[in-house]
């Protein structure tokens, strides 16, 4: 035996090839993002993205088109309404009320139950990352496709819609507002059915059942129920006064509550980053049974 | 991430920029023209005629209105002397008002564009000045024919013909002589403040300018000289362009040349001061649509005004139960408007302007 001399320098243990060291979460996820971003672009749900958000620039289309030729003014419950209050009103009902849920429930739900589904799960977990990332990678992936299909439909309708009767520089700061509000909405409610679909096994039941049962409901029922929902926050922040404009509803604002704009927006960025949390525990955790 | 995933990425970061960018540069570089606008000069041409300094402008499209079926119903149950005063005016000048003009831009500057030279400079300088033009086809040779019989005198200014009244006239005509009362051996002089003197100025062929004199000389000098005009004040050239198309009569300018001198309810008062532009427009056709637009300093004086238009509009609606045949206009009140904007827009229907000619029908 022999050993090596003492001003040699000690030579150190050969370490595993770059290529099969364990990535970290973060490096983990965005390589899961770059592989799900293209298959949730170009998925079955794609047409289905394309004509939630295609239809309210169809509308503006339509009602720009109708005051082009000069045809009579659009009317709801007998009142004239303008171009920056169909906006508003396009904002917070077709938007924030319903594509964005829609949206997020649509592709929150299926970041693991679709891969559940079509057995491809064990693939992903086959490999040498953390399972959270698998989640977050898809997460991320649903967030960037969403984004960046809502709110280039919101900046067409603004720019078809929102200046009739307006200045640009006078609504651009509800403009920005509104595009913020939307991004918020996509990750608060994304975070929550990511987890739905992580965690139980008919997520979109659930789902639909919270959005359009749930949330309708706490809204009008007195007390705090109203807190335990995600539009209630967004409702606090929302810029336009669409809620109508009659003696009804003068008298509904002084009843309304709402949170204060810090509690609103530390709500919805607070909801969307623990429930992806919560998300990424459970995929950590569960064990999924494939049917076979 | 494949070729077509980054096609479409960079196609939607492209529209959201381009808006953005847009948007930025109408915020923070005072306004771009809309969509509504792009592309062609906002406004009548004779825009160019308006200095930059003009607190209010307002047009009214009379050919519109005169032919509308709003004005076809008002006419005939229009009393006598309307029609007959019209069929004068025309004998005398040749103009049919119904059919010869064509539109009227009018505005005001809060101060004189020019200062007067006379003794008068002083009081014209508290008060608002401002100028009519008249697009639509004038008999030139027969309104100066009428002109000068009435004591007129037709001068050129820079090639343009203008009447006004004969200044040795007007002089003799400003100290009158009174005879002693009965009784009274003190002779009494009294002087006659006739203020600035009026002028017509044929601008170009169917362009006529009705004014004060100094207004009408400033005028054409400035356009002479092609200073800068309201087309060069961003922020009205936005205003209107938001408003020709969809309306037939319509007034934008400063709220503080409005409210300087009017009487308003306190409520309102104290809210206006916040108010920096505002935008009148109305749509005369088989009814009449309206719609009232300001544009606060910021978000909160904008919200302070809803709620104050929206209280108004609460008490205008109780109040209204009583007249029921009004509850349609008040139904059609609507205050709106988002970030610094706010908006009151109403309509009487034709249905409604049909009612009222019958009421009125059956008065006589």
Not at chain 1, 32 to 57: C, E, K, Q
Not at chain 1, 142 to 149: K, P, Q
Not at chain 2, 37 to 59: M, N
Not at chain 2, 69 to 84: C, G
Request: charged share 15%; hydrophobic share 50%; proline share 6%.
């Amino acid at each position: 035996m022999t050993s090596a001399p003492a001003n040699v320098p000690a030579v150190a243990p050969p370490s595993l090839p770059v290529g099969r060291r364990s990535p970290s979460l973060w490096v983990a996820a965005v390589r899961i993002f770059d592989l799900s971003l293209a298959r949730m672009l170009w998925s079955r749900g794609t047409i289905f993205m394309a004509l939630l958000v295609g239809l309210p620039v169809v509308l503006a289309v339509l009602v720009r088109a109708v005051q082009a030729i000069g045809g009579p003014a659009m009317r709801v419950d007998g009142q004239m309404v303008t171009g920056p209050t169909i906006f508003g009103f396009m904002v917070w009902w077709l938007y924030l009320r319903f594509i964005v849920p829609v949206l997020a429930l649509y592709y929150g739900t299926a970041l693991v139950a679709d891969e559940v589904e079509d057995k491809t799960i064990t693939y992903l977990f086959t490999r040498p990352i953390p399972r959270g990332a698998v989640l977050l990678g898809k997460f991320l992936a649903y967030f960037v496709c969403t984004v960046m299909v809502v709110l280039p439909s919101l900046m067409i309708v603004y720019f078809l819609m929102g200046l009739s009767g307006a200045t640009l520089a006078g609504t651009f700061p509800s403009l920005l507002k509104d595009l913020g509000l939307i991004v918020l909405g996509l990750l608060a409610y994304g975070g929550l059915f990511a987890w739905v679909g992580a965690q139980f096994k008919r997520p979109l039941v659930i789902g639909l059942m919270f959005v359009f049962g749930f949330e309708q409901a706490a809204l009008i029922i007195p007390g705090s129920l109203r807190y335990l929902t995600v539009s209630f926050y967004l409702q606090s922040i929302v810029p336009h006064a669409v809620m109508g404009e009659g003696v009804m509803s003068l008298l509904q604002s002084l009843v309304e509550q709402k949170a204060s704009l810090g509690t609103a927006l530390g709500m919805l960025v607070a909801i969307g980053v623990a429930f992806v949390y919560l998300a990424m525990r459970v995929i950590a955790r569960r064990e999924y049974v494939l049917e076979q | 991430m494949n070729r077509t995933s980054r096609l479409f990425l960079m196609g939607s970061g492209f529209v959201l920029a381009a808006g953005l960018g847009t948007g930025l540069v109408a915020y923070y570089g005072g306004g771009l023209p809309t969509l509504a606008s792009a592309g062609r000069a906002v406004g009548p041409d004779e825009l160019k005629y308006v200095p930059e300094a003009a607190a209010v402008v307002a047009y009214a499209n009379v050919r519109d209105v005169m032919n509308s079926e709003f004005r076809q119903k008002i006419r005939k149950v229009l009393p006598d002397d309307d029609t007959k005063g019209q069929e004068e005016f025309q004998r005398e000048t040749g103009i049919n008002i119904e059919q010869d003009i064509d539109y009227v831009l009018a505005w005001m500057t809060p101060a004189p564009a020019v200062a007067a030279p006379d003794a008068d400079a002083k009081e014209k300088g508290s008060r608002p000045v401002g100028l009519v033009l008249l697009h639509g086809r004038f008999d030139t040779a027969r309104l100066e024919a009428l002109a000068t019989s009435h004591g007129g005198v037709v001068e050129t200014i820079d090639g343009i013909r203008v009447v006004r009244p004969d200044p040795a006239k007007r002089e003799a005509n400003r100290t009158e002589v009174e005879a002693p009362a009965p009784g009274d051996t003190q002779v009494r002089i009294r002087r006659h403040h006739e203020g600035v003197a009026p002028m017509v100025a044929f601008l170009e062929p169917g362009l006529i300018a009705l004014g004060e004199e100094p207004t009408i000389r400033a005028a054409i000098a400035h356009n002479a000289s092609g200073g800068r005009t309201i087309r060069d004040n961003q922020e009205i050239v936005n205003l209107i362009g938001d408003l020709e198309g969809s309306s037939n009569v319509w007034a934008v300018g400063r709220m503080d040349a409005l409210t300087k001198n009017a009487s308003l309810p306190e409520p309102l008062a104290q809210h206006l001061p916040a108010v920096k532009w505002f935008s009148a427009s109305s749509h005369v056709g088989a009814g009449i649509s309206g719609l009232l637009r300001a544009e606060a300093r910021d978000d909160e004086a904008a919200k302070n005004l809803r709620d104050v238009l929206q209280g108004f509009m609460a008490m205008a609606k109780l109040h209204a139960g009583q007249k029921p045949e009004f509850a349609p206009i008040m139904q059609s009140l609507q205050v709106s408007g988002t970030g610094t904007t706010v908006a009151l827009s109403f309509e009487v229907p034709p249905a409604l302007v049909d009612a009222l000619v019958e009421l009125k029908n059956n008065a006589n």
